[in-house]
């Protein structure tokens, strides 16, 4: 193998969290710095080349707090791993009793999404174990990590089988199929509508049509820093068009929204948030809840960790490595040691049962997610446009107002600013106030706080606001159809009065937005009609009354036409905009608004505004805070009938003899592809020259078929020889362990590819690293493995120190 990367790094990254990218087109490797003393943890992503290309930090709420005991705390990565395509990373953030997921689109460094990961207990604990034992705690630096498995699974791989079957003879079907479950399934670099040539399907085309794709695009949103947040997600053209116009299921590269070709896939995210409990979600934001896998485990044990996670795209099951310690009545033995390793399945029950209509409801739920959290940041920033654009005006106002009221407390400008636009004479007071106080300079002012607020908000509200709420229509009518038929609505958890609660919610979003249009635009013609008849007004009353060119220009004053818009906006705009009927100059105002009858939002908004009575209306943030809550019913249902399809069960208790630290593990699938196998590679504790595999044989349902079978290989020729590192090799059916050859006056360090088949047989060399790291720059101290360009392995070798790593490929 050549080297084709070597970086040093400043800082060293934390051990078991560097992840090379899996797809074969995009070569990044991402890092964790462990930073020193009080710094905090960064996520590093850095280019073939040694170039780093973003900086990933904890979010806010994971920083510069205190826990519950009133220690500081440090936000710390617990885990880490790619999307298949490359094109997004999840990291897990955890600090005191607080979890974090962060989805980073690596295009931009964008947070996508995070995710609240740290979920109560779903039952009560029984266990008799002190929740501080001791034997549950890590056993060095290296294994404080959790875990965390992106796979895309196939929504109904039997269908796939099936197509192919009515194509071409048993023997052809089968030698796809492997073709399929081997290297091209690898960092799911899958085209399945090139590869899987299946029969037209009417139904599934239909349902698949996607009618957003001919509505004009989401604009840009400016960041809104000033508002109090750093949400800046849709300021760039590239977040949005991945976030809201990725959805073609007409190509083969959907985004993270979409399916493959012809065949949904369904993308799940499994993260290891404490102890045994996994956090499922799908589609990047998409949460089905939180699964305590320990609940499988025997009698008398109690899960602490989760070690391994494998799984594979034609299984809905993930096989999971659990440590577990000794609970209740069952006594320590020489024959029972207090810690022990399971295997225990993890059944996503709901992938098969629901079928195609998973990952329908799964991005259509996901992109009103989304359009939910874009309508909220327009309503931000609006109301931080209407908060600061009348702000300037006011206090014009005010301030003759006052004066005025010094001589008559029935004057105001509004009495003035009437006498002078109908009778032409002017207050002296109000003279000075026009040439001296507003003058020029202070109109231009004026005309650029209000004129370009009522232009953001025109254009918000036509550009932003109502093709958003147009676009959850879509998404809720889809939701819609999915509720209507009792079958699929049952598998789904979809209740039909409560998608129409959400569409009722979005209906009067729409008729308001329509209004909130309307008056804008009004206000914007009376605006620019008031603003020319004040500068006329300050030049003439700026040359005095017995000017001559002052006379001139009264008598060729042509702006009669507009005197009754002037008088219109005088009287109503200038008291009370008309923009604050729709938007509240402070959103959190919303919190406190009691909604009383609720039950047709609609006709209660039509009927308060034929009345004119805007008081009673429920504003923008209102509406969307009703949104917020009425979807957040809709989510909950769906995830609680996915969660109840989630079942776990226990596989074997694995030899007593195996080291977690040292420990790989994959699933295959057989050779004829009629079955699968789980495969388990580790050292023994008390001989790290020892290579322990252990194979169990499941069948399409992921149920074992057989006792697991245990294969051991020896390394011999050296004294003191240890097994630092074990690393699979996607689908290639070998995995690679590096070996140090201690006391060998040949060689250090060896990289060694063995096979699943022959394991016993030995391994092959691949590469050789020397004592002192001349080579390459680092003296390795863990292996990772991903699937490089036609099929060549690639490998990623970290520093023992954290120091650095290398990456190597196949020549």
């Known amino acids: 193998m050549r080297v084709t990367t070597a970086k040093r790094l400043l800082e060293p990254c934390t051990h078991g969290l560097t992840r090379p990218c899996p797809s074969v087109n995009i070569d990044l490797v991402a890092t964790v710095s462990t930073g020193t003393g009080n710094s905090r943890e960064t996520v590093e992503v850095w280019r073939r080349n040694g170039q780093r290309v973003f900086v990933v930090n904890a979010p806010d709420t994971m920083i510069d707090k205190e826990d519950e005991g009133g220690a500081p705390s440090k936000a710390e990565v617990k885990a880490m791993e790619w999307r298949g395509d490359g094109k997004m990373l999840a990291v897990y953030w955890s600090r005191g009793q607080k979890g974090t997921v962060t989805v980073v689109d690596v295009y931009d460094g964008k947070v996508v999404c995070t995710l609240n990961v740290r979920a109560k207990r779903l039952v009560p604990d029984w266990s008799t174990t002190p929740q501080d034992d001791d034997s549950a705690k890590p056993v060095d630096g290296r294994n404080r990590r959790g875990t965390m498995s992106w796979q895309n699974h196939f929504a109904s791989p039997s269908e796939i089988r099936k197509m192919r079957a009515r194509d071409a003879d048993d023997r052809k079907a089968r030698d796809l ?87 949904d896939t369904v993308d799940v995210l499994l993260t290891n948030v404490d102890k045994c409990n996994i956090h499922i979600s799908m589609y990047d934001s998409f949460v089905v809840g939180t699964v305590d896998a320990a609940l499988a485990l025997p009698k008398g044990f109690k899960g602490t960790r989760v070690i391994q996670d494998a799984s594979h795209p034609f299984l809905t099951t993930h096989f999971l490595v659990l440590e577990a310690v000794k609970d209740g009545p069952v006594r320590s033995s020489k024959l029972a040691p207090d810690l022990s390793l399971h295997v225990v399945a993890l059944d996503l029950r709901f992938i ?361 290989h020896k390394f011999t020729g050296t004294r003191g020889s240890e097994v630092k590192s074990l690393a699979m090799v996607g689908q290639a059916r070998q995995f690679l362990a590096l070996v140090d050859f201690r006391g060998s006056p040949k060689t250090a360090i060896s990289c060694l590819a063995f096979s699943w088949d022959a394991m016993s047989g030995g391994g092959h060399e691949k590469h050789i690293f020397t004592m002192d790291g001349t080579t390459t720059g680092i003296s390795p101290g863990e292996l990772r493995a991903v699937k490089g360009q036609k099929g060549r392995d690639r490998l990623v070798c970290v520093d023992k120190e954290g120091l650095g790593f290398v990456v190597l490929e196949d020549e």
């Open 177 to 263: 199929e492997q073709l399929l479950s081997g290297e091209d399934l690898d960092g799911n670099e899958l085209d399945g509508q090139n590869m899987l040539r299946s029969s037209a399907n009417l139904p599934r085309a239909l349902s698949r049509i996607e009618i957003d794709v001919a509505l004009p695009k989401l604009s840009t949103l400016p960041p809104i820093a000033a508002t109090g947040t750093d949400d800046d997600l849709f300021s760039t053209r590239h977040s949005i068009d991945t976030i809201f116009h990725a959805a073609n299921t007409n190509t083969s590269d959907t985004g993270s929204f979409g399916a493959h070709g012809d065949h």
């Open 352 to 712: 098969t049962q629901t079928g195609y209509n998973l990952p329908l409801l799964a991005t259509k739920a996901t992109q009103l997610q989304n359009l939910l959290r874009y309508l909220i940041q327009v309503s931000t920033l609006l109301s931080a446009e209407v908060r600061t654009a009348f702000d300037l005006p006011q206090r014009f106002v005010a301030n003759i107002s006052e004066s005025l009221a010094e001589d008559d407390p029935a004057a105001s400008f509004m009495t003035q600013a009437y006498q002078l636009i109908i009778m032409g004479t002017c207050n002296e007071k109000f003279r000075e106030w026009l040439v001296d106080q507003v003058g020029e300079r202070g109109l231009k002012r004026w005309e650029k706080a209000v004129g370009d607020c009522l232009d953001m908000i025109r254009r918000m509200t036509s550009e932003c606001l109502l093709p958003a709420i147009e676009r959850a229509q879509l998404v809720i009518s889809r939701l819609d159809g999915l509720s209507r038929f009792a079958d699929t609505a049952s598998r789904l958890g979809l209740d039909e009065m409560a998608v129409r609660d959400v569409r009722k919610v979005l209906d009067t979003l729409n008729v308001l937005c329509h209004d909130m249009l309307q008056d804008v635009c009004t206000e914007v013609k009376e605006f620019a009609s008031f603003v020319r008849w004040l500068r006329w007004e300050i030049e003439v009353q700026t040359l005095g009354e017995d000017s001559e060119r002052a006379e001139e220009m009264r008598e060729s004053y042509t702006g009669e036409s507009e005197v009754r818009t002037v008088l219109e906006y005088i009287e109503s705009a200038m008291g009370v905009s008309r923009l604050l009927r729709y938007v509240r100059t402070d959103p959190a105002e919303s919190d406190n608004v009691e909604i009383t009858n609720d039950g047709d939002l609609l006709e209660g908004y039509k009927l308060a505004r034929e009345g004119q009575h805007y008081e009673d209306t429920l504003k923008l943030s209102d509406l969307l805070k009703v949104l917020a809550d009425r979807s957040k019913v809709v989510f909950d249902s769906t995830a609680e009938t996915l969660r109840k399809n989630v079942l776990c069960s226990h596989v074997a208790e694995l030899p007593a003899c195996l080291d977690e630290r040292v420990m790989a593990s994959s699933v295959l699938q057989s050779e004829l592809g009629e079955g699968f196998s789980m495969h388990v590679v580790s050292t023994r504790k008390d001989d790290t020259a020892h290579l322990y595999k252990v194979t169990f044989d499941t069948d399409r349902a992921g149920n074992t078929t057989a006792p697991g079978k245990i294969e051991e």
